[in-house]
């Protein structure tokens, strides 16, 4: 059974560009959520998916956005990309009130 | 809001040392609690968690009390070995039914054990 799996591991993007995260669900997983994690720190959330609307955000500007798809799978776009968005991004599966499950992440630089 | 608050790392314990990480945190009702650990280059794993106070969570030797009377959740674990050497995160989440809950962290704390 495989767990949360994300894609890419590592990328490298320039000031200005655009990003695509992402994120497959732990098997029979129907909620998914996005998590930041700079350097150091803990991890802060973006925003939820369930059935393929955003049901939660965190504090985070509308260069980020997300979709889930009908297999809820699922996206996270960042645009216009600052230094300042260079972290972990992770992903987290869950269904209904059960255990959260995290995949390993994203490693994202922006130059 | 809600917020968690861990003592600052690092940590630096010898191999067999008693260990304790504290955590405080602050919500409206009835969260759960959770300690999450993360080995360097690696993603988050769920290290034990509680949903309501005197519940004890408790995995691999480490244990952990939630405590309503003064919203903590200390981490803890009797004899700490090399492979322990990892990064603890403690983390609430406002509710733990229904698809709207999220989890908030804290800053993490720096467990590194020497031989």
């Known amino acids: 059974d495989a767990g949360v799996t994300q894609s890419p591991t590592h990328l490298i993007k320039t000031r200005g560009q655009q990003v695509t995260l992402r994120c497959s669900p732990k098997?029979?997983?129907?909620?998914v959520s996005w998590y930041q994690q700079a350097l150091g720190q803990g991890p802060q959330f973006i925003f939820q998916y369930y059935e393929e609307e955003e049901r939660q955000r965190g504090n985070f500007p509308d260069r980020f956005s997300g979709h889930q798809y009908p297999n809820y799978s699922s996206e996270l776009n960042v645009n216009a990309l600052l230094l300042g968005d260079s972290a972990l991004y992770l992903c987290a599966s869950r269904r209904g009130g059960n255990t959260i499950y995290f995949g390993e992440g994203s490693w994202l630089t922006v130059v | 809001g809600n917020s968690v608050t861990q003592m600052e790392g690092p940590v630096t314990l010898s191999e067999e040392a008693f260990l304790t990480i504290n955590c405080t945190y602050t919500?409206?009702?009835?969260?759960?609690l959770f300690w999450y650990v993360q080995y360097p280059g690696e993603g988050l794993q769920l290290l034990l968690k509680a949903t309501k106070a005197d519940d004890k969570g408790s995995n691999k030797g480490f244990e952990a009390t939630y405590r309503k009377e003064t919203t903590s959740f200390h981490l803890e674990k009797g004899s700490v070995q090399v492979s322990d050497s990892a990064v603890y995160f403690c983390a609430l989440s406002d509710t733990y039914t229904g698809t709207a809950s999220k989890l908030t962290f804290g800053t993490g704390t720096r467990l590194q054990v020497t031989l």
């Open positions: 098997s029979g997983h129907d909620t």
């Open positions: 919500a409206t009702g009835y969260p759960s």
